[in-house]
Every structure is written in C-alpha cells, then in structure tokens.
C-alpha cells in the first residue's frame, strides 16, 4: 500500500512538473507537449514542435515540426495532420490518412510486429543496434574478466593444473568436453523424470557454469603464456598473462566468421580440462609408468646425473665390501684323502 501511494506521489509531481514546462513553453511560438496518463489532440491550424505521451493516444490535425511519440499508446493523423519528422507508436499502431503529410519514417511496434522488428533491428539495416550489443558485449566480457582476475589469485594451483591438462592432452580434453556438450540436454531430461531429479537440475546448469567459467580462464592464461613466450617473456605472471590472453580472445571474437569458432573451441577445451581435473583438484590424467618398466631410485639417478670434465679420469667406484664369512666357514677344511694305490689298503694315506 505504502509502495502504490509512494508511486502516484511521484507520478503526480511528474505531471506537475512536466505540466508546468508545457505551460511555459505554450507562451512561445513553437511548443512540444508532453503529457503522462492522457490524450493529446494537435487541433487544426495549431502548429508545435514535438509531442510526447505516456499511456495516451495522440491525434494530430495541425501540425508538428519535429516527431511525434506514443508510448503505450496510438498516433492518429488526419487529412489535415503535416509531421515533419518520425512518428512512433511503441504498444499501439499508427492510422494515418490518405492525404496526411509525413516527411519522416513510421515505427509502429507492438506484439503483432514484435518478432519482425527484433529480426530488422538484428540485421545490418539498423546498424545503430549493432553499437548496443556491442556495449552489452562489452559489459560482459569486464564482469568476466574482473571475476577470473579473483579466480587465478584465489585459486592459482587448480587453474595452473588445468592449464596444464590442455597441453599436455588436447585430444582427450576436446573430446571430453564434446561429449559433456552433448550429454547436458539428456542428462535435464533424465533429470526431469523423478522430484529428486528435478530438484538436480540447478546443481547440473551450476556445474557447465563453473566448469565452462574455470576452463575459458585456463585457456585465456594459456595464450597468455603463449603470447609472452613468443615475445621473449617465458615467465610471465598469472594473473598478466590471464589478463592479456583473455582480452587477446575477446577480440579474436570479433573477428568475422571465424571469431565465433575460435571462442566456440575455447569454450569446449575449457569444459574437457575442467571435469577432467575435476575442478583443477585431481592428477590422476597425468602419465603413469607402465607395468613392468623399471624404476630408478632417485639416488641413482643422481649419480647418473653428474657430469664428468673432458680428460678427467673417471675414478671406479669402490666394490662393496664382502659379508663378513660365519665362524663355521672359516674352520679349516681337511684335505680329501688320495685314492688308494693297489695293492695298498683302503682308508690309509702316505705320509
């Protein structure tokens, strides 16, 4: 109740307010009209300079130098009506006689004509549009680029592993993300079979958000790293090369035909890396000796590892000592006897 009377107060002084402007304006030669909740009637031989309504129909006899503008509301122009600029009717429709004179466009927007209008504003025939999906475009990409700035200093070791899964596995990362684009819209449908499921649903869409989020900032790091190597920079830090790599690919989306590609593929290596690492939390795609090779112990390996200096002898290592021999291998052995001669009894030996 507070909200309503708090609503007409302001509309009321709105009205005042822009009553009183009306008012001073009417003293002039040339006026504009603008009226809130009402109708507007231009009568014939009255000549103005624009007029406005909200939530009003406006029927023009006389004549309007500049545009006339209905919102929420119809436009009628008579015989006698003369509009020298653009008449637009947005939520009503435009009736214009035979003999009335319009130098500018008719815009009539409603929801018969609603889908033809967005398809025209979409095309190259208003290219004033194409500067506001721009900026859209561009407010996105900042929320996106301050978000994943907190990201890779909060949590540089799960970017850094999945950066790592992308160049070590690219193959198995792009087919893990296609299969997890193509999985998604059956896996809601599966989920939409029991309540349980349903309630499901909100976890799945957080999981392709996080996943897809993580992954574009791993591969925006990775060309980073990429793009300052190449320019003789091989340590760049995190969050520089998050930086520059994410802007580098923001404006590689720009780029016609191909740029939609190249952020499309970003996307999926991004969405493989991600559930592959699990979240950048788990190694367990990284290489594993195979069965059977042999392990060296790291001792060794550091001994393999010395270098020897050109016409140093090589001295041998020392053998190792032999066991200590037990009390019983130390006794000494007697001598076997000799065989016996013949003739001679057995069991006896010369002396």
Not at 153 to 175: D, R
Not at 193 to 212: R, Y
Not at 254 to 269: E, F, N, Q, R, T
């Amino acid at each position: 109740m507070k909200g309503t009377r708090a609503a007409l107060i302001f509309l009321l002084g709105m009205q005042l307010l822009l009553g009183t402007a009306a008012a001073g304006a009417a003293d002039e030669n040339e006026k504009r009209i603008i009226k809130i909740g009402s109708d507007v009637t231009v009568a014939e031989g009255t000549k103005v300079r624009s007029v406005v309504t909200v939530g009003g129909q406006i029927t023009v006899d006389g004549e309007v130098e500049q545009s006339v503008t209905a919102l929420g509301g119809s436009v009628v122009l008579t015989r006698t009506a003369v509009v020298k600029g653009n008449v637009t009717a947005l939520g009503g429709v435009i009736v214009a006689a035979r003999d009335a004179q319009i130098d500018g466009n008719l815009t009539e927007i409603n929801s018969s004509n609603l889908f033809n209008t967005l398809t025209t504003a979409l095309s190259s025939e208003w290219e004033g549009w194409s500067w506001i999906f721009a900026f859209v475009s561009l407010a996105i990409f900042l929320v996106i680029l301050v978000l994943a700035l907190l990201i890779v200093a909060l949590l540089p070791k799960p970017i850094q592993l999945v950066t790592e899964a992308i160049t070590e596995h690219t193959f198995k990362v792009v087919l893990c993300g296609i299969l997890a684009l193509v999985l998604i819209a059956p896996l809601a449908l599966l989920l939409t079979v029991s309540v349980v499921g349903i309630a499901l649903i909100p976890l799945e869409v957080i999981i392709v958000v996080s996943s897809v989020l993580m992954g574009f900032i791993a591969v925006g790091q990775l060309i980073g790293k990429k793009v300052f190597h190449w320019l003789g920079r091989p340590n760049p830090a995190a969050l520089r090369a998050t930086f520059w790599g994410l802007i580098l690919l923001w404006m590689i989306g720009w780029v016609p035909y191909i740029g939609w590609m190249v952020k499309a593929l970003a996307l999926v290596i991004g969405l493989g890396a991600a559930l592959i690492t699990r979240f950048g939390t788990h190694a367990g795609w990284k290489q594993v000796p195979a069965p059977g090779a042999a392990i060296v112990p790291p001792a060794v390996m550091s001994a393999q590892a010395v270098p020897v200096a050109e016409g140093q002898p090589v001295q041998p290592e020392p053998a190792a000592a032999a066991p200590a021999a037990s009390p019983a291998a130390t006794a000494p052995v007697a001598p076997e006897a000799a065989p016996a001669a013949p003739g001679e009894p057995a069991g006896e030996s010369k002396p």
